[in-house]
């Protein structure tokens, strides 16, 4: 009920547009800003256009986009020749969309530097009028314990997602199906295997070095192979992607570790990703989950992204595998198998079995956080660990047959360094029950020079279980 703007168009290419205070724009340049608005698009007769269609790309002018317009020099240092750059689809329609309400459009993006900028609303098709309500762009902070927002897609719509990559995928927002009756997004209409959902991430709060912990439930249309690279057959990874100064970084940053889906076949992918010095502050983050069969419809819900903060006197994460297999992943992804099984080590919680590993290489691994890592600090392992066979009969080891502990470092300045550590509790092999395993070491310079450092659980016959429980590294100081 209350005023909106109307404006009548004839092209494609025209729209409601505004002018910013450079005054504002310039003090803070190269910040994170938020867009939403409220837009309802009709015909020559006040009738609402069924020509609408948000899951086109924005240069096939179905749906309007947000674009930013800004005046840049050619030569900076005589400040002459001036001329336009335009940055488009900066904003869209957010779905749901129906032709008959209004519509969000709605986006996140970094504020360009220029001595003028202006926004316009632009790109449906031609002679669509558009009524225009609720306009906003305001500054979006950095969110360290929540990088990702609407993850849980609590606003009942798609708010900040989008799609990854080109053509004319479709995305859908689904009440009430995602895991508990929650909601879910699905992109379907995909030509290449990294065609899926995204969102666009502000990490100007994540420094190099950071431990990024990624996590989210998603399922496929098709029964997706876990334990396999095929590309026609494997489950969809997270993907983590940066652009700064045009180097481009694109990491696999979550796996499906565990084949134990929750209710309704969803699977949990997840992982943990060392911010990089080219990730630093970039010009664009994205998250998004690529690899599954183009064929296949991606379904996604309960998607996190957080800083996983400095904590040097634990330095493992779910260490009681109270959260499942979080943080924990395969050392091989088609070599072995992880399954979350019950009860844990004191009769209760959760454990996890690594089983059909074949090669004694094969185990568990997480990655730690390598700053904690110091020359000559100590610490302390401590482990529970229970072998079975093929059949699950416990099994009884002895001496370097038995579970050990191993520290890997990666990016050292002399090549990879690999130190084990043997259980030093002098106790017989319990093959019932739950071991007991201890190992204190002292940080060797070797490792604290590394850029990453992963605890692996491995080196053990491969025709027996791993069972896994209370994993811990304490400071000893």
Same mark, same amino acid.
């Given at each position: 009920?209350?005023?909106?703007?109307?404006?009548?168009?004839?092209?494609?290419?025209?729209?409601?547009?505004?002018?910013? %205070?450079?005054?504002?724009?310039?003090?803070?340049? #190269?910040?994170?800003?938020?867009?939403?608005?409220?837009?309802?698009?009709? !015909?020559?007769?006040?009738?609402?256009?069924?020509?609408?269609?948000?899951?086109?790309?924005?240069?096939?002018?179905?749906?309007?986009?947000?674009?930013?317009?800004?005046?840049?020099?050619?030569?900076?240092?005589?400040?002459?020749?001036?001329?336009?750059?335009?940055?488009?689809?900066?904003?869209?329609?957010?779905?749901?969309?129906?032709?008959?309400?209004?519509?969000?459009?709605?986006?996140?993006?970094?504020?360009?530097?220029?001595?003028?900028?202006?926004?316009?609303?632009?790109?449906?098709? !031609?002679?669509?009028?558009?009524?225009?309500?609720?306009?906003?762009?305001?500054?979006?902070?950095?969110?360290?314990?929540?990088?990702?927002?609407?993850?849980?897609?609590?606003? %009942?719509?798609?708010?900040?997602?989008?799609?990854? #990559?080109?053509? !004319?995928?479709?995305? $859908?927002?689904?009440?009430?199906?995602?895991? %508990?009756?929650?909601?879910?997004?699905?992109?379907?209409?995909?030509?290449?295997?990294?065609?899926?959902?995204?969102?666009?991430?502000?990490? $100007?709060?994540?420094?190099?070095?950071?431990?990024?912990?990624?996590?989210?439930?998603?399922?496929?249309?098709?029964?997706?192979?876990?334990?396999?690279?095929?590309?026609?057959?494997?489950?969809? =990874?997270? +993907?983590?992607?940066?652009?700064?100064?045009?180097?481009? @970084?694109?990491?696999?940053?979550?796996?499906?570790?565990?084949?134990?889906?929750?209710? #309704?076949?969803?699977?949990?992918?997840?992982?943990?990703?060392?911010?990089?010095?080219? #990730?630093?502050?970039?010009?664009?983050?994205?998250?998004?989950?690529?690899?599954?069969?183009?064929?296949?419809?991606?379904?996604?819900?309960?998607?996190?992204?957080?800083?996983?903060?400095?904590?040097?006197?634990?330095?493992? *994460?779910?260490?009681?595998?109270? *959260?499942?297999?979080?943080?924990?992943?395969?050392?091989?992804?088609?070599?072995?198998?992880?399954?979350?099984?019950?009860?844990?080590?004191?009769?209760?919680?959760?454990?996890?079995?690594?089983?059909?590993? =074949?090669?004694?290489?094969?185990?568990?691994?997480?990655?730690? !956080?390598?700053?904690? +890592?110091?020359?000559?600090?100590?610490?302390?392992?401590?482990?529970?660990?229970?072998?079975?066979?093929?059949?699950?009969?416990?099994?009884?080891?002895?001496?370097?047959?038995?579970?050990?502990?191993?520290?890997?470092?990666?990016?050292?300045?002399?090549? $990879?360094?690999? @130190?084990?550590?043997?259980?030093?509790?002098?106790?017989?092999?319990?093959?019932?029950?739950?071991? %007991?395993? @201890?190992?204190?070491?002292?940080?060797?310079? @070797?490792?604290?020079?590394?850029?990453?450092?992963?605890?692996?659980?491995?080196?053990?016959?491969?025709?027996?279980?791993?069972?896994?429980?209370?994993?811990?590294?304490?400071?000893?100081?």
């Amino acid at each position: 009920g209350g005023n909106a703007i109307a404006m009548d168009r004839t092209y494609h290419w025209t729209g409601i547009a505004q002018n910013l %205070n450079s005054m504002c724009t310039d003090a803070r340049e #190269g910040e994170w800003y938020e867009f939403s608005a409220w837009m309802k698009m009709t !015909d020559a007769n006040g009738n609402p256009s069924t020509n609408i269609d948000p899951n086109r790309e924005w240069w096939r002018n179905q749906a309007p986009i947000m674009t930013i317009t800004d005046r840049q020099y050619r030569d900076v240092s005589t400040k002459q020749h001036l001329y336009n750059a335009e940055h488009r689809n900066l904003a869209a329609l957010a779905r749901p969309y129906n032709n008959d309400e209004w519509g969000h459009i709605h986006g996140i993006f970094k504020m360009p530097t220029s001595p003028r900028l202006w926004f316009e609303l632009e790109r449906a098709p !031609d002679n669509v009028k558009f009524l225009l309500d609720s306009a906003s762009l305001t500054p979006l902070t950095c969110n360290r314990d929540g990088l990702v927002r609407n993850g849980n897609l609590e606003t %009942n719509d798609s708010l900040y997602w989008d799609i990854w #990559g080109g053509g !004319d995928v479709v995305l $859908d927002f689904l009440p009430g199906v995602g895991p %508990n009756g929650g909601n879910a997004l699905k992109s379907s209409s995909r030509v290449h295997h990294s065609w899926t959902q995204s969102q666009v991430l502000n990490t $100007d709060c994540v420094n190099a070095g950071d431990r990024i912990a990624f996590s989210a439930k998603i399922k496929t249309s098709v029964d997706c192979l876990i334990y396999s690279w095929d590309s026609n057959q494997r489950c969809n =990874d997270i +993907f983590f992607h940066t652009d700064k100064d045009n180097v481009r @970084e694109y990491h696999r940053v979550g796996y499906i570790t565990a084949d134990t889906p929750d209710e #309704g076949g969803w699977h949990h992918v997840h992982g943990i990703h060392i911010h990089s010095e080219n #990730g630093e502050k970039p010009d664009l983050a994205k998250l998004y989950f690529a690899d599954a069969n183009p064929n296949w419809d991606v379904y996604t819900a309960d998607v996190k992204a957080y800083v996983l903060e400095q904590n040097c006197q634990a330095l493992v *994460e779910n260490p009681d595998m109270e *959260e499942k297999d979080l943080y924990w992943t395969y050392t091989d992804r088609d070599r072995s198998k992880v399954k979350v099984i019950t009860p844990g080590a004191g009769g209760s919680g959760h454990a996890l079995r690594l089983y059909d590993r =074949d090669h004694s290489w094969r185990g568990l691994r997480q990655v730690l !956080d390598p700053r904690c +890592f110091v020359p000559g600090e100590e610490f302390t392992i401590n482990a529970k660990f229970r072998l079975t066979d093929a059949l699950l009969a416990g099994v009884a080891c002895a001496g370097t047959d038995c579970p050990s502990v191993v520290l890997y470092g990666r990016n050292c300045p002399n090549g $990879d360094v690999r @130190e084990k550590f043997w259980n030093t509790l002098d106790m017989p092999w319990d093959s019932e029950g739950w071991n %007991n395993y @201890e190992a204190t070491f002292a940080v060797s310079d @070797e490792i604290a020079a590394c850029g990453s450092v992963e605890l692996w659980i491995h080196e053990v016959n491969p025709s027996w279980n791993i069972e896994i429980d209370d994993v811990q590294i304490y400071a000893n100081a």
